[in-house]
């Protein structure tokens, strides 16, 4: 920083030293002490303006601190603070005048926490209409494309400092925002000219790092325009692992349901015979039949056990035991089969089945036999019926393949559900709103 810039000014009208220090580029230098917006050209220093100050957005840097912000040493030489008006409601930012006499100006911008590094450009983007209902005007400059966000006008509320333009509180621009997060392109247009510019996201502890502020910056408040969403990069690579993770169980699956053997150990015909009257628990145990033994080879798997049946209009409960021939270990459940069916006034109608399966995990090798005690309706509403058992072993849990599915989706769908959260919440804040304000 070259400090033969700097030079020493009275204020004349309370006499208050002022400093300048853009040298032959400030153009308006303003009195902090009056108030003043004085014409650093005249050697007299005419006042422009006197306005009573409003601290609408607090100054969180001070004039004349230096920072070095991309690799170079910028000063803040003044600070304005802009407002627009929506639906009677004000909106007010600060705006940071930074200078380096080889590089020139730059503007550090602050909102509720939100700070933009932002740069004048010499480029003029090319700026489209909406081409559909619905769809938001764009401008595109450099390559890279925005979305048109807010429209409004802009008056200047407070200012401090020197600015290298005339400077007056109650100045109004007309601002046009378009949005490409991290990026945001605005247009700043009065009856003579258009100025455009560009500003990238930043955060609040980076300019404090900068300028070795005091304490911490404000914590952000609510969703700023071209904020970065969460993760940004996080959601592409969560579902790449998803699609990977998908891949490797859906190989699984294909390998355990096509590969495996489902080898029937053991399966029979059996008709049950109803008693005339309703047997006793004593007579209902007794009356239990006994399947044949059957062996199960290999590891510990899952054991599928199927009962199909001729019921029609009529139920069956069967309590099953499945029992170690050598250790005497029971496996106890009982299942029921339905199936009813007919004709109404809306036609033909069924519902249950006349068939059930049940999978019992995690049995060992071993010589088994199963218990079988069928019970069903007493007296005579019930007739007889057969069924038939089916016994396979190693029989995949399709169960488990749907659970993992379900957890594999799980952090790409929280992740999705958040950027659409934020991104939702975005554009709540721009002329698209869905709850019709435009802002």
Known sequence: MVDALVRSLTCPQCGATLT????????TVVCSHCNSILDAKDPSLKVLQRFAAKQLVPQYIPLGARGRWRGTMWEVIGFQVRTIRVQGIDYSWGEYLLFNPYEGFRYLTQYNGHWNDVIVLKTVPKVYKARATGAKPQAVVLGETFQHFQTATATT???VGEFPWTVRVGDKVD??????????LS???????TTWSM???VTGDRIWQAYELPGSPPDPIGVYANQPAPYPGSLGRVWQAFAAFLGVLLL???????????AVVYEHVYQYVPPATPPSDSEAAAAALVTDTFTL???????????????DNSWAYFAFALINDSTGTTYDFGREVAYYDGRDVDGYWSEGSTRDRVLIPSVPSGRYYVRVQPEGPPGGTFRAFTYRLRLRRDVPWGMAYLLAFVLLAVPPAFVLLRSMTFEHTRWQESDYS???DDE
Do not use: C, K, M
């Not at 300048?20 to 153009?27: C, E, F, L, M």
């Not at 590891?299 to 019921?311: I, K, V």
């Open 434 to 436: 869905d709850t019709g």
């Open 157 to 159: 509320t407070q200012v």
């Open 199 to 201: 500003g990238e996201y």
């Open 175 to 184: 601002v046009s925002d378009y949005v490409d997060p991290p990026r945001i």
């Open 252 to 262: 699984a699956a294909v390998w355990r349901f096509g590969l495996s053997p489902h």
């Open 297 to 311: 080879n290999g590891r510990t798997s899952a054991l599928e056990l199927t009962t199909e049946t001729n019921l």
């Open 187 to 193: 247009s700043e247009s009065t009856a003579g000219e």
């Open 20 to 27: 300048v220090r853009a040298g032959d580029h400030t153009v």
